[in-house]
């Protein structure tokens, strides 16, 4: 159980323009879906937080209108990255929780996102 | 700031010994604690959970809580070389309007066979 998928798993796309990643919990209604970005050899920030039907919080230098963070269902939430630049290529995972009071989260494949 | 705090390691151990890795963090009405495992390229697993002062076992891991210590601890009994990988040690976090969970920075462990 508890499984979180994402696609796509890879995505190349040039500079300026826009990708969205899908976050999908499979087995068990998400009511909190979480967005990390990870740099080589370093570890988790965490971007954004999401409730379903609510804004996403998000993290202290997180540009909201760069990642559009839309939280649609209680099984999907997408992240969107606008005007992509080369500084946003990361590896961008989400993560997906039912239980808010007890934090466990459970992580999706994640995304490389490569911008030429 | 609140923080959680590893040592990046490595930890080199030898196949077959108890590997140990160590956690503190800041906030002191922290209440939920996580061990996850991450393998180069590939996001983290939850290994373990702990909310409670004490040990918690699960097959070859046990997490130690101490809560007055602010100090989370995980052990790998046996340890196999399939155990290489980056733990990260997570920590739920109270801000003023919403809770969440942080990360440290992670443990590498490398098992030599």
């Known amino acids: 159980g508890a499984v979180v998928s994402q696609h796509p798993s890879w995505v190349i796309c040039k500079s300026g323009t826009s990708v969205k990643i899908e976050c999908r919990s499979l087995?068990?209604?998400?009511?909190?879906m979480f967005w990390y970005r990870q740099f080589p050899k370093q570890s988790l920030m965490l971007m954004a937080t999401?409730?379903?039907?609510?804004?996403?919080?998000?993290e202290q230098g997180v540009e909201k209108d760069k990642f559009l963070i839309n939280h649609a269902s209680l099984t999907l939430s997408t992240l969107t990255v606008t005007s992509a630049h080369p500084e946003d290529s990361s590896f961008y995972i989400c993560?997906?929780?039912?239980?808010?009071?007890?934090?466990?989260?459970?992580f999706g494949p994640g995304t490389r996102l490569t911008v030429t | 700031q609140k923080e959680v705090e590893q040592n990046s390691g490595p930890l080199s151990v030898p196949e077959g010994a108890i590997a140990s890795l160590n956690c503190t963090y800041s906030d002191r009405v922290s209440q939920s604690f996580f061990w996850y495992r991450q393998y180069s390229g590939k996001s983290p697993e939850l290994i373990m959970s702990?909310?409670?002062?004490g040990d918690k076992e699960d097959g070859r891991f046990t997490a130690q809580l101490n809560k007055a210590s602010q100090y989370v601890s995980l052990l790998i009994r046996d340890s196999q070389p399939s155990d290489s990988a980056t733990y990260l040690c997570?920590?739920?976090?109270?801000?003023?309007?919403?809770?969440?969970?942080?990360f440290g920075p992670g443990t590498s462990l490398s098992v030599i066979p």
């Open positions: 087995d068990f209604q998400a009511t909190t």
């Open positions: 997570a920590v739920n976090i109270e801000e003023t309007s919403y809770d969440k969970v942080i």
């Open positions: 999401s409730n379903e039907g609510s804004k996403a919080t998000y």
């Open positions: 993560s997906a929780s039912w239980a808010a009071a007890a934090y466990e989260q459970y």
């Open positions: 702990i909310y409670s002062n």
